[in-house]
């Protein structure tokens, strides 16, 4: 039987005050001090999304803006393929 966790785990009270302002997070006290984070899509989704990419860092540079709920990288389109060969086909000849 397999364990399967994806969490934080640290001193309760670091966690009690990180959690404080993340949606949807929950601290769950262990022993020795110690509490755990469960790692929720909403978590994750809360704690990252804050994180800007350098990616869209230099897309905003170039005035790219985005929507709520997306960044640049999304916003100006470069989602639409992971792969130079697949840009290829959208493209046209010069």
Not at 18 to 30: H, I, M, N, Q
């Amino acid at each position: 039987m397999g364990y399967a966790l994806q969490a934080v785990i640290a001193g309760d009270e670091v966690l009690r005050a990180a959690s404080r302002e993340v949606p949807g997070s929950r601290v769950v006290p262990l022993g020795q001090g110690l509490s755990l984070l469960p790692m929720t899509d909403e978590v994750f989704d809360a704690v990252f999304a804050r994180r800007v990419s350098p990616i869209s860092q230099a897309l905003r540079r170039l005035g790219a803006r985005r929507s709520l709920g997306e960044d640049e990288f999304d916003a100006v389109g470069l989602s639409r393929h992971r792969d130079t060969s697949d840009w290829m086909s959208d493209g046209f000849q010069a």
